[in-house]
């Protein structure tokens, strides 16, 4: 079973910048797309940004040209590269492979993000 472990959230003012990071277990990391996703008090969870196992990325309309994932396959983690960051960004945000029908992995514990305006 993969764990995944995020960390990198925190406090920041309208307009900051935070990069989030996701380390995963076990030795299949590569071979899988993965995303992050969020969920604020209240709503859905929801996905924020994917990247396959090639490189290339998706990035949801509500948080395009302000976010970039990115991951390193040799250490196991993927990165979510937060800037200009706005209050509605405010979620605890998770990472776990992508899917479009629902077998994710185990989810971790979360990072929280709070944006203040």
């Known amino acids: 079973q993969v764990q995944l472990v995020e960390s990198g959230g925190g406090l920041v003012q309208a307009g900051g910048s935070l990069r989030l990071s996701c380390s995963a277990s076990g030795n299949i990391f590569r071979f899988n797309a993965m995303s992050w996703y969020r969920q604020a008090p209240g709503k859905e969870r929801e996905l924020v940004a994917t990247i396959f196992s090639g490189g290339s990325t998706n990035i949801e309309d509500s948080v395009k040209g302000r976010f970039t994932i990115s991951r390193d396959n040799a250490k196991n983690t993927v990165y979510l590269q937060m800037n200009s960051l706005k209050p509605e960004d405010t979620a605890v945000y998770y990472c776990?492979?992508?899917?479009?029908?629902?077998?994710?992995w185990g989810w971790g514990q979360g990072t929280q993000v709070t944006v203040r305006s």
């Open positions: 776990n492979r992508h899917s479009n029908v629902g077998n994710y």
